[in-house]
């Protein structure tokens, strides 16, 4: 089965850095990677995905690359922000049942 | 908040005793997912649906068991049988087709001692 190895598991920065969280996974045929927030006593959510068709992906200060050949892929976070503190999730999944297979997390720690 | 919901939020249990905990969508989603959150462990599935009347093992199945009789609740009951049972539960559900996206509930923290 799918395996996805998720680094750093604790990230600290100071507010305004840029944040790396890389993740890995081992099944050629994942195709679609989702990445989750989940704030301190809060449900997981979406907050950006990307498909194998695509190299990269944007959505303001987040960003999502993947290298299909090394089969892995990273969110990057520009100018963090105290808010930005949370554990973050990567997962990998492939069509037929879309079942996700997540990363161990990383706690992502911004210092004002 | 809507959307799929969990309860109790936390819950109390005596070794030995079955515990069933609930989950509802009212997204009209097909399939439906149980995970277990421990520290450091991420989100391990415990079972998924992704039709009523169907439902397949995840990866940590063993001590618990789920029925799927209705589109809209997944229960998961934790059984005697599992041995470390003390964990977040996390809920999710999901469209077939073309959204991957999972919608997770508010989660349900089980103390069992």
């Known amino acids: 089965g799918e395996n996805v190895e998720q680094h750093p598991s604790t990230l600290s920065v100071q507010e305004g850095d840029s944040a790396v969280i890389k993740c890995t996974y081992s099944d050629s045929a994942s195709n679609y990677f989702p990445w989750y927030k989940q704030e301190l006593g809060k449900r997981p959510q979406l907050i950006i995905d990307i498909r194998s068709n695509v190299g990269e992906k944007k959505d303001q200060r987040i960003a999502v690359t993947l290298n299909k050949t090394a089969k892995h892929f990273s969110l990057h976070i520009t100018e963090t922000q105290p808010e930005d503190s949370a554990v973050y999730f990567c997962?990998?999944?492939?069509?037929?049942?879309?079942?996700?297979?997540f990363g161990r997390g990383t706690s992502l720690i911004v210092h004002p | 908040d809507g959307g799929i919901t969990q309860s109790p939020k936390y819950l109390f249990r005596k070794e030995g005793q079955n515990v069933t905990l609930s989950c509802e969508q009212n997204l009209n989603h097909d399939a439906m997912y149980w995970y277990r959150q421990d520290p450091g462990q991420g989100l391990r599935l415990i079972y998924y649906?992704?039709?009523?009347?169907?439902?397949q093992k995840g990866d940590i199945a063993e001590g618990y068991s789920v029925s799927r009789e209705k589109k809209e609740s997944f229960p998961l009951t934790v059984t005697s049988a599992q041995k470390n049972p003390t964990a977040f539960y996390l809920c999710?559900?999901?469209?077939?087709?073309?959204?991957?996206?999972?919608?997770f509930g508010p989660g349900t923290r089980l103390t069992v001692t």
């Open positions: 999710a559900s999901s469209t077939r087709g073309t959204i991957y996206e999972q919608y």
């Open positions: 649906s992704q039709i009523v009347n169907d439902f």
């Open positions: 997962a990998a999944s492939k069509g037929g049942s879309y079942i996700p297979t």
